[in-house]
C-alpha cells in the first residue's frame, strides 16, 4: 500500500514522465529501493527531497507537498552537523530538538512562518 509520501512521489513521477527504474537513474538509487520509499517499507531518506528538487527543478509549490507527506511518514530527522556549520547553528538544531516534544500547535505554526520567510 502507497504512503501519503508514496502518492505523492508516484504523482510526480508520473507527471514527469518517469518510471520508477528512469527516476532511481536520476537519483542514484535503484527501482527497487524507490518503490520500497513509495510503499512505506523504508524511510524516507533526508538526502531524498534535495536530491528531488535539483534533479527535477521542482516548483516550490510541488516541494512543499513533498515535504509535508514525508514529515507525516518520517518518526526520525536526523540533522548533519558538517564541518561548515558553525557553533551557532549547531546550538539552534540542539535546542529546538530539546524544545520540540514541548511546542503547541501555535509555536509549531510560528516556526514554519519564520522558515518559510528564509525560502
Do not use: W
Not at 61 to 77: H, P
Amino acid at each position: 500500500m502507497l504512503t501519503e509520501f508514496g502518492k505523492a512521489l508516484r504523482k510526480l513521477r508520473i507527471d514527469y514522465s518517469l518510471t520508477l527504474g528512469g527516476l532511481g537513474e536520476l537519483l542514484g538509487v535503484s527501482a527497487a529501493y524507490l518503490s520500497a520509499v513509495e510503499t512505506g517499507r523504508k524511510p524516507v531518506p533526508s538526502t531524498l527531497l534535495p536530491r528531488l528538487r535539483a534533479c527535477l527543478q521542482l516548483p516550490e509549490a510541488d516541494m512543499r507537498g513533498l515535504e509535508a507527506a514525508a514529515a507525516k511518514q518520517m518518526n526520525e530527522v536526523v540533522v548533519g552537523f558538517g564541518h561548515q556549520r558553525n557553533d551557532r547553528a549547531k546550538e539552534l538544531a540542539v535546542a529546538f530538538a530539546r524544545r520540540f516534544d514541548t511546542m503547541n500547535a501555535e509555536e509549531v505554526e510560528t516556526m514554519l512562518a519564520q522558515l518559510d520567510k528564509l525560502k
